[in-house]
C-alpha cells in the first residue's frame, strides 16, 4: 500500500471517485478540529489509527493512539486552551489509501505563571485507509510551529 510509494513500485490501480474521496477526508478534518475545540479526547483518539505518530514542535515523536490520546487529553486540559485550524489542501493520493490534509493551527494556553503563551503554525495529517472497512483513520500528525521558541505543551505530554 502506502509503502509501495516510498520503494517507487507501481501501486495497484484503484477505482475511486478523487472529489468524493477528497470530500470524505475534509470532513473528518472537520471531526478533528470540532473534537479539539470541544475538548474531547475521545472523539480524536476514534479518528486515530493504532499505528499513528504525533509529531510535536520541539519535542519527541508520540506513537501509538493510546500514548496520543493520553498526549491529547493532558493538551485539552491546560489551563486557558484554545486551538482553531484554518485548512489549505486536502489530497488523496491515486493508490486510494493515503490522503493528506494541511492546515494553519493557532494555540494558546495559559502558562506555569498564569501568562498567556500563544503559537501557531502548520499542521499536516496524513490519512491511511484501514482494512478490513475501508475507514480513514490518523496515521500522523504533525505540528510545525512558526512562532514557538522554547517548549509546547504537545512536546511536554
Same mark, same amino acid.
Given at each position: 500500500?502506502?509503502?509501495?510509494?516510498?520503494?517507487?513500485?507501481?501501486?495497484?490501480p484503484? @477505482?475511486?471517485?478523487?472529489? *468524493?474521496?477528497?470530500?470524505?477526508?475534509?470532513?473528518? &478534518? =472537520? #471531526?478533528? !478540529?470540532?473534537?479539539?475545540? %470541544?475538548?474531547?479526547?475521545?472523539?480524536?483518539?476514534?479518528?486515530?489509527?493504532?499505528?499513528?505518530?504525533?509529531?510535536?514542535?520541539?519535542g519527541?515523536?508520540?506513537?501509538?493512539? @493510546?500514548?496520543?490520546?493520553? *498526549?491529547?487529553?493532558?493538551i485539552?486540559?491546560?489551563? &486557558? =486552551? #484554545?486551538? !482553531?485550524?484554518?485548512?489549505? %489542501?486536502?489530497?488523496?493520493?491515486?493508490?486510494?489509501?493515503?490522503?493528506?490534509?494541511?492546515?494553519?493551527?493557532?494555540?494558546?494556553?495559559?502558562?506555569?505563571?498564569?501568562?498567556?503563551?500563544?503559537?501557531?503554525?502548520?499542521?499536516?495529517?496524513?490519512?491511511?485507509?484501514?482494512?478490513?472497512?475501508?475507514?480513514?483513520?490518523?496515521?500522523?500528525?504533525?505540528?510545525?510551529?512558526?512562532?514557538?521558541?522554547?517548549?509546547?505543551?504537545?512536546?511536554?505530554?
Open positions: 500500500m502506502a509503502t509501495r510509494l516510498v520503494h517507487d513500485e507501481t501501486p495497484p484503484v @477505482e475511486m471517485n478523487p472529489e *468524493a474521496e477528497e470530500d470524505q477526508i475534509r470532513e473528518l &478534518g =472537520f #471531526r478533528w !478540529t470540532k473534537a479539539v475545540a %470541544r475538548r474531547d479526547a475521545r472523539g480524536l483518539s476514534e479518528l486515530l489509527s493504532e499505528r499513528a505518530v504525533m509529531l510535536p514542535p520541539n519527541d515523536s508520540i506513537k501509538g493512539a @493510546e500514548e496520543i490520546s493520553r *498526549a491529547w487529553q493532558r485539552l486540559a491546560l489551563p &486557558g =486552551f #484554545r486551538m !482553531t485550524f484554518e485548512p489549505q %489542501r486536502t489530497n488523496v493520493y491515486p493508490t486510494g489509501d493515503v490522503a493528506h490534509d494541511i492546515s494553519r493551527y493557532r494555540l494558546a494556553w495559559n502558562g506555569p505563571d498564569g501568562r498567556p503563551v500563544r503559537d501557531h503554525g502548520n499542521h499536516l495529517i496524513v490519512w491511511e485507509r484501514c482494512d478490513p472497512d475501508g475507514s480513514w483513520k490518523v496515521r500522523s500528525n504533525v505540528f510545525y510551529s512558526r512562532s514557538l521558541d522554547g517548549a509546547c505543551p504537545l512536546s511536554a505530554c
